[in-house]
């Protein structure tokens, strides 16, 4: 009898499971299953625009191999560098985000207020907007050109790091402007802590520092690798992106490729943060 119990209330779980995951599901099959399939097709042919139509043809593995052996200078003359600015800016939105959320959920006058102000950008700024921000030179921190930061950083870093590094300064507080998401998700996560667990601490003796580290940082692990996973999509279509506008110059049979490398790439990163996740959250649990 408890077994059957048992079983139905599983079966009711992945029922409602099913159910909330069913608009999802229709639409990818709808609206996304088609494309995608036939892009990673097309990936395998030549495309040719002619008097009757478009016609193409199967060339295998050829393009790949003009992307990343032929053409790959080029390639990698843009993805690099853009691929280290993604590994500054990752850990300052997650870090920026965590911060504010951790501001913004106490109590104070305004607090509404400050909350929409932070998420504003994410409705208001599309990517055209960004970039002719960008364009103008806005965003930047004004004691970079005040001290001449940014020769320090190249005097003393290689230009592989220090050109990253300066860009992401020169396009800071844009880069900020995407952190609203993130601090929604952190506003979320902090909202799940107990409060018993810090009145507990409290009255152990341990000071806010500590509270932090000790309750605060652990509970919300989970959120700061869902917020790094977000970040990393976010970041891989951000508007300078240069492989996006690569995409768009390429022909047909080559952009669809470059689509399915770049799929390759954003996945390494996404197991990266997996792995991280899976190691600390193991660490945790042996600590504990």
Request: avoid cysteine; charged fraction near 10%; charge should be neutral.
């Amino acid at each position: 009898m408890i077994n059957k119990l048992r079983l139905r209330s599983s079966l009711i779980d992945y029922m409602e499971g099913a159910i909330f995951i069913a608009p999802w599901f229709i639409g990818f099959l709808a609206f996304m299953a088609f494309p995608i399939g036939f892009s990673f097709f097309m990936s395998f042919r030549k495309v040719q625009i002619v008097a009757t139509g478009m016609t193409s043809y199967d060339v295998g593995l050829d393009n790949y191999k003009y992307i990343l052996l032929e053409d790959g200078s080029q390639l990698y003359n843009e993805l690099i560098p853009f691929l280290q600015q993604t590994l500054f800016m990752i850990p300052i939105i997650v870090i920026f985000a965590l911060l504010i959320a951790i501001i913004l959920n106490q109590k104070f006058a305004g607090r509404s207020l400050f909350r929409a102000i932070f998420f504003l950008p994410v409705i208001l700024s599309t990517g055209e907007v960004v970039k002719e921000f960008l364009t103008q030179g806005e965003g930047d921190l004004g004691f970079m050109s005040r001290y001449n930061v940014s020769d320090l950083i190249s005097a003393n870093l290689s230009s592989a790091w220090a050109t990253p590094l300066i860009w992401i300064l020169n396009s800071f507080v844009l880069i900020l402007w995407y952190s609203g998401v993130q601090i929604l998700i952190f506003l979320g996560g902090r909202q799940t802590i107990s409060n018993s667990a810090y009145e507990a601490a409290r009255i152990d003796g341990a000071g806010p520092w500590t509270t932090f580290w000790k309750i605060t940082l652990p509970a919300m692990m989970p959120f700061i690798f869902l917020n790094m996973i977000y970040t990393v999509v976010d970041l891989f279509t951000f508007p300078t992106n240069p492989i996006v506008a690569k995409v768009r110059d390429s022909e047909y049979g080559q952009f669809s490729a470059l689509i399915w490398i770049y799929f390759v790439i954003i996945s390494v990163f996404l197991a990266i943060i997996f792995f991280l996740f899976h190691r600390t959250m193991k660490s945790h649990k042996q600590a504990v």
